[in-house]
Nanobody
Framework: QVQLVESGGGLVQAGGSLRLSCAAS??????MGWFRQAPGKEREFQAA????????YYVDSVKGRFTISRDNAKNTVYLQMNSLKPEDTAVYYCAASRSWAYGLGPVKALEYDYWGQGSQVTVSS
């Protein structure tokens, strides 16, 4: 049975940092990503890491601030978030994809097969 278990969310002041972790069990995945959903908004892609080379993808708004990485031995993906802003406040979801079955690439939620439970990140001003 596949599970994605997230940890690391919390409350931080603007300019601070947090690191989210997502441990996968049951199988390995070619692509793992992070999405977020703020109140009243749709779930949005943030970052993904894919393939043996660990290619990374980011939404423009987090480039230079967020870093995605993975530890294959632990089957865990991380999202290091620096220089956090109040607008980064959201529930963050880890996601895992076996393959890009729809050919849409890692930025589309439809390509992901499994999701974590969500972690609240709150950035105070």
């Amino acid at each position: 049975q596949v599970q994605l278990v997230e940890s690391g969310g919390g409350l931080v002041q603007a300019g601070g940092s947090l690191r989210l972790s997502c441990a996968a069990s049951g199988r390995t995945f070619s692509t793992m990503g992070w999405f977020r959903q703020a109140p009243g908004k749709e779930r949005e892609f943030q970052a993904a890491i894919s393939g043996p080379a660990g290619n990374t993808y980011y939404v423009d708004s987090v480039k230079g601030r967020f870093t995605i990485s993975r530890d294959n031995a632990k089957n865990t993906v991380y999202l290091q978030m620096n220089s956090l802003k109040p607008e980064d406040t959201a529930v963050y979801y880890c996601a895992a994809s076996r393959s890009w079955a729809y050919g849409l690439g890692p930025v589309k939620a439809l390509e992901y097969d499994y999701w974590g439970q969500g972690s609240q990140v709150t950035v105070s001003s």
